[in-house]
């Protein structure tokens, strides 16, 4: 048999059959034990019915010598005809029946053989003796009488036992789910955690067994919120502490193209401008990267990413609004994803077709009511092959361009950290030319 | 203009001070918030740009308290901060315009005439008066397709009449914008300039009003 698996089917299944049990050896022990007292009840009974019987037969008997009518076997007269349960026969030495019940059959009696108890298949027997052994009594009782009263009982015993042994059951069930309702309060409070949110699940009126392991999971979650908390500081950090000096080189670099006296030292102080250029697009890149593979890609609370994906757009279209045409849905468009993870990978999709794409057609952006961001662009299509290798870091496509290769690989990292996928397809949909990347939020 | 320039980095700051000097506006620059809010007590600027990591506080916060105290000078955020929560978040406060480190001196410069242009209400860059063309983003003034030059100051000054048509400007709001704190004025500066203005740009360019300053001419 296979054990359930839940713990109160478990607690309610051994706690259940544990009762049925227990209530059932009770149950034969009181019964056979109120056999055994029954027994002396009758057979008690059944002595003091000869007894009773002996001294009057034996008077009957003598008064009837008197008479010198000694052949006679005399039934007792009755009052009127009943049922017995007792039945007797009163014998002399030889075997004589002098006087019998009614009822009597006499072939149930066997002959003489001591005063006290005897068994016959059918009966239970009890003989005494009186003058000396010359008159003898013996009285009988159907065992299927004694049969039916201990059957009688035993049914009295049995039938509370079916109503109570499934009342039991349902209220050990009912115990055990009550119980367990804080327990199962706790878990739904882990699952509606989600991805997202770290903050303590309330352990309020645990059992003490349980408590410690409701401790444990909110320390846990306590240390991962804080590890999660410091690494999104020190991402932030670090682009604060490499952003501001590479800024300030930049802009010195280009006062000094503009103070230059001479075109020789302005051709040098360009390239390091473009060096710097070089050097502040890999540190974002490798920034952002960090980030996705990182935690914290999930929100505690639903984004509306058509909002950032609006606010995204505006940003790089700032010095030509033509670049990129915008599809949002009319309604917003919640999202588990965390607001910022969602721009990188977003920025990353579009950067990368403003990159490769035609100049003479704008990127299309476009976000579905179900949250699948699609990022299209015009110009040659990508090979199989390639598309495969795309997604790969430092992979560029076509090779020419300023790109780290990362953009894709970034928002690869993203979108499965997350528990969703990038898919590339070229040539875009029902056309010859142009890619497409989608990113699909879940499975 | 005169702009405002919070910003605690002296290498930045010093070439973003220059690059703003070399577009001849005017600027002063602190390295830190409590001097900022007594900078923008004690003189009207016309746009602040604000760091957001500053040595005592978070530029953002600064940023609410002068939108709650009902200053309304526009902001330029520049900020090493680049997820797009911090933008929305700035842009939230009351900020202007966004811009993340590094940037371009001349990106620098685009948004803030575009941000200025937005402020006095006349957001289109090509401005005609009477028979002058003037581009306010290309910081040119023309007649009859033909170019006049002006110098740096002489352009600051224009520019502040052409921002404000028909609003009268002392002479010492004029100086306002044309110095940054501490630089030498003289007294007749102002005078100086408005009149090499008239000689370039035709007499009736700017009106003199008596005892109170100047303002735009009518002449159109």
Redesign the interface.
């Known amino acids: 048999m296979m054990l359930p698996r839940s713990l109160q089917w478990r607690l309610s299944l051994w706690l259940g059959l544990g009762v049925a049990l227990l209530w059932a050896v009770a149950a034969v022990v009181t019964a056979h034990k109120l056999r055994h007292e029954m027994n002396e009840v009758f057979d008690s009974a059944l002595e003091e019915t000869a007894q009773r019987i002996l001294p009057l037969a034996v008077l009957d008997i003598i008064g009837r010598d008197h008479d010198g009518d000694d052949d006679a076997e005399q039934s007792v007269a009755t009052l009127r005809r009943h049922d017995e349960y007792f039945t007797y026969v009163v014998r002399d030495s030889e075997g004589k029946v002098l006087l019998r019940s009614h009822n009597a059959d006499l072939a149930v009696f066997p002959p003489f053989a001591g005063t006290g108890f005897a068994d016959t298949s059918t009966h239970r027997i009890y003989f005494d003796a009186a003058l000396r052994g010359t008159v003898t009594i013996a009285v009988a009782e159907p065992l299927a009488h004694r049969r039916a009263v201990a059957e009688e009982v035993l049914l009295g015993l049995a039938l509370p036992l079916g109503l109570v042994i499934p009342l039991s059951l349902l209220g050990v069930w009912a115990v055990v789910r009550l119980s367990m309702a804080p327990i199962r309060t706790f878990r739904s409070g882990i699952e509606a955690r989600g991805g997202g949110d770290l903050t303590a699940v309330a352990a309020d009126g645990l059992p003490s067994e349980i408590r410690p392991i409701a401790m444990a999971v909110n320390h846990l979650l306590e240390r991962l919120r804080r590890t999660l908390e410091a690494e999104r500081s020190f991402t932030a950090n670090s682009a604060h502490e490499l952003r501001t000096p590479v800024a300030a080189a930049l802009a010195q670099t280009q006062r000094l193209i503009a103070e230059a006296p001479n075109e020789a030292t302005r051709r040098r102080a360009r390239h390091i401008e473009t060096a710097l250029r070089r050097l502040s697009r890999l540190s974002e890149k490798l920034m952002q990267l960090a980030r996705a593979e990182g935690g914290r890609l999930q929100a505690a609370q639903p984004v509306n990413v058509a909002t950032v994906l609006r606010v995204l757009v505006d940003e790089m279209t700032m010095d030509d609004p033509k670049q990129i045409e915008l599809v949002l849905a009319d309604a917003p468009v919640f999202s588990d994803i965390d607001a910022d993870a969602f721009a990188i990978l977003a920025r990353n999709l579009i950067e990368n077709a403003l990159k490769h794409g035609s100049r003479h057609e704008p990127v299309r952006v476009a976000l579905s009511a179900d949250g699948v961001l699609r990022v299209f662009n015009a110009g040659s299509a990508v090979p199989a092959d390639m598309l495969a290798r795309l997604a790969e870091p430092f992979e560029r496509g076509g090779a020419q361009g300023e790109g780290a290769g990362l953009g894709l690989a970034i928002a690869k990292a993203i979108a499965s950290g997350i528990g969703g996928r990038i898919e590339l397809v070229s040539p875009r949909e029902g056309r010859q030319d142009g890619f497409e990347a989608r990113f699909i939020p879940d499975k | 203009m005169r702009i405002l320039l919070v910003e605690d980095?002296s290498?930045?700051g010093?070439?973003?001070r220059?690059?703003i000097v070399?577009s001849s506006h005017s600027v002063d620059w602190v390295t830190r918030l409590d001097a900022a809010t007594a900078y923008l007590e004690s003189a009207a600027y016309d746009l602040v740009l604000l760091d957001m990591?500053l040595p005592d506080g978070q530029g953002i916060s600064f940023l609410r308290s002068m939108r709650m105290k009902g200053c309304a000078t526009p902001v330029i955020i520049l900020t090493?901060?680049?997820?797009?929560?911090d933008?929305?978040q700035g842009?939230n406060a009351g900020a202007d315009d966004?811009m993340?480190?590094?940037?371009?001196?001349?990106e620098l410069s685009a948004r803030l005439n575009a941000v200025a242009r937005r402020y006095s209400g006349n957001p289109n860059p090509l401005v005609e008066i009477g028979d002058l063309q003037i581009d306010l983003a290309a910081r040119t003034v023309a007649r009859g397709g033909r170019p006049i030059d002006l110098t740096a100051r002489e352009w600051a000054l224009f520019e502040a009449f052409v921002q404000r048509p028909g609003q009268i400007m002392s002479k010492v709001q004029l100086e306002e914008r044309l110095y940054a704190f501490g630089a030498e004025v003289e007294s007749n500066t102002i005078e100086v300039h408005v009149s090499r203005l008239r000689k370039k740009l035709g007499h009736s360019v700017i009106d003199t009003v008596r005892g109170i300053g100047y303002r735009l001419g009518n002449a159109r």
């Open positions: 980095d290498i930045l010093a070439a973003v220059d690059h070399a990591m090493a901060l680049d997820q797009i929560s933008r929305i842009l966004y993340t480190k590094p940037f371009d001196l001349s």
